[in-house]
């Protein structure tokens, strides 16, 4: 061992010492002033952001509520118009309305109103802009009875058998003194309620009882606003740790949404009574007074460091001397320089180790597609051989142009076949075709055509609901077919064992389109792993588990889900999502 010298013994005691206790209060001094200085602005910016922020709401719900009432003033004078009409009082007392709808369905465009009806003096639907609607009975609702009532218009609020309310105005028509019927008009105040969603606040609407009657929340509807708002307080002593700490740098809070505070902000309406109200978060007042927060405490921090700076930097130089300390040094250089030859050799092994698992991933790719190829070319072969049996009866009975057309499918066939084993790369990795607009319709026809061999030999009972108007998407026109085969296919498999086997098949458009095939099976036991590759419920050589998890990924590729479920009265219901393309898109996509 060697020896220390006092020299360096009394360097190493005064090193020590690193700060003086003058040092040590100025830091304390220090530190007490940042957290002041931060609290203070803490305090004054959340007033201040939060104050504006409440400004911010309330003139967005004044443009709210006055474009409410706005819509609400503009219908109100309809009933009064469309009551004098003379062509619908005419029609009324004729009893020929073979016309009134028309009329009514040239008006609701110029009116923006969500519905028209005409009603006779019985309360029955005569004329409405909703053809389905034709020969309700309306005899003892409130729009009908209070209209039959008053002189003038009257607005009637009614909740709707599904989701949400009805908003109506109706106005008796008379002739000669006599009634002879009722116009409504509904107002579609559920067009504010999807705009409203759109946005961060939460908004709700209430009648003079203080029922809720629109909301961007479904669930408030109904209700009032006390209950719909009531909080349930976490359930762990952690989860309350955490919103205390999430709420430090808000104001009280006027009300909590899910467990949130919220900024509440109401409005009353000059309409009947009504209030309208917003809950805003205190989201972006916390990030704006957090940004200051950060930049104060960064210069704090800044010079805190620049203090230790000074105060070490006669520790540092007084550390130099220690010769300790060049030893140290080099030890610790022999030691990295092992650990860098290691480090090279473990860099040089996991090289290795990734082509190796490179060619792995390569033949494991090979054997998914030989399987794809197997799977989904099994359909048109089966379809091919029922069609060449079929060709071969029709010759031999000398009906050479009925056999024709079946070689005509078989060459169709081969067509699908050939397109098939190039879309099948689709589920290894994302494909680049272009996409087209595509009637969803037409692909939901063609495939049932195609699945016709099997339909009638099994004599399953096919219910097919289509649209008359084409539903267009942006797709890849094939790759839809095969999906929608596949589901077809399964929905057949799983009817094998029932006794009255019924697959039906809707088609419907709303914000996106959908279709929907649902069978009477046994249904599905294993809903987690039902997309996955290679899972299967079918005996070994009746499937090999890809189809749903192709059919899955040429979905995801068309920006669109594939979902699935057990039906309520037994069976599978299998439903396809994709974005409906607007008629504008459709016009550029064509050009």
């Keep these: 061992m060697s020896e220390t010298s006092p020299s360096s013994s009394s360097a190493r005691r005064s090193g020590g010492r690193t700060f003086s206790w003058r040092s040590r209060v100025a830091l304390g001094i220090f530190v007490v002033l940042a957290v002041s200085v931060i609290l203070v602005t803490n ?7 939060t104050q504006n922020t409440r400004n911010r709401a309330e003139l ?40 009134s709808t028309q009329r009514l369905i040239s008006f609701v465009d110029e009116i923006g109103a969500a519905s028209l009806m005409l009603l006779d003096k019985d309360g029955r639907t005569v004329a409405a802009t909703d053809r389905n609607r034709l020969g309700e009975m309306h005899s003892g609702l409130q729009h009908f009875v209070d209209a039959l009532a008053s002189s003038g218009t ?24 006599t009634t002879a019927g009722v116009i409504v008009v509904e107002v579609d105040l559920q067009k504010f309620e999807r705009a409203w969603a759109g946005i961060s606040d939460a908004v709700l609407v209430t009648d003079s009882t203080g029922e809720i009657i629109l909301a961007t929340e479904p669930r408030w509807r109904g ?97 130099a001397f220690f010769q300790e300390e060049s030893a140290e040094l080099r030890a610790l250089n022999e030691r990295l320089q092992r650990e860098i030859a290691e480090r090279e050799r473990m860099q040089k092994s996991l090289d290795v180790a990734e082509q190796t698992l490179a060619q792995s991933s390569k033949l494991a790719a090979l054997g998914e597609m030989s399987a794809a190829v197997s799977h989904e070319l099994n359909q048109p072969l089966a379809a091919m051989k029922t069609y060449l049996a079929g060709a071969a009866l029709l010759l031999r009975r000398n009906r050479p142009d009925e056999a024709l057309t079946s070689f005509q499918r078989i060459d169709d066939l081969i067509g699908r076949m050939g397109a098939i084993t190039r879309q099948l790369k689709s589920y290894a990795r994302k494909g680049g075709d272009t996409f087209s607009p595509v009637n969803v319709g037409d692909a939901l026809n063609s495939a049932l055509s195609m699945m016709e061999p099997q339909l009638r030999q099994r004599q399953v009972r096919i219910t097919r609901v289509i649209p ?24 057949l498999d799983a009817t094998s064992t029932v006794a009255d086997p019924a697959v039906d098949v809707f088609l419907s458009a709303g914000e996106t389109a959908t279709v929907t095939v649902r069978d009477n099976g046994t249904g599905i036991e294993n809903l987690d792993d039902l997309f996955e590759p290679f899972f299967t419920t079918k005996q070994p050589g009746d499937g090999v588990g890809l189809g749903l998890a192709i059919s899955s990924g040429i979905v995801n590729d068309l920006g669109g889900r594939l979902t699935a479920r057990n039906a309520e009265g037994g069976g599978a219901v299998f439903e396809i999502q994709l974005p409906i393309l607007s008629q504008e898109a459709d016009i550029e996509a064509a050009e």
């Design 60 to 99: 967005r719900l004044a443009l709210y509520g006055g474009n409410l009432v706005s819509e609400l003033r503009r219908n109100s004078i309809v009933p009064q118009l469309l009551a004098r009409d003379p062509t619908l009082i005419g029609a009324l007392n004729s009893a020929d309305y073979s016309q």
């Design 154 to 177: 009257v607005f009637t609020v009614a909740a709707r058998e599904g989701v949400g309310y009805r908003f109506t105005y109706s106005r008796k028509m008379e002739s000669a003194g």
């Design 468 to 491: 008359d108007r084409p539903v267009r998407v942006m797709a890849d026109r094939v790759r839809l077919e095969q999906v929608l085969i596949n589901l077809l296919r399964n929905a």
């Design 43 to 49: 305090n004054a910016l959340t007033d201040r952001f």
């Design 223 to 319: 209700l009032t606003e006390g209950v719909a708002l009531q909080r349930e307080p976490p359930e762990t002593a952690i989860q309350r740790a955490i919103q205390a700490t999430a709420d430090w740098s808000a104001l009280p809070a006027d009300a909590y949404v899910k467990g949130e505070a919220v900024m509440r902000v109401s409005s009353r309406l000059p309409f009947r009574g009504w209030q309208i109200a917003s809950f805003t978060t205190y989201a972006s007042v916390r990030e704006k007074v957090n940004g200051f927060l950060a930049l104060e405490i960064m210069g704090f921090a800044i010079l805190l460091a620049l203090a230790f700076y000074a105060l070490s930097r006669k520790t540092a130089l007084r550390m």
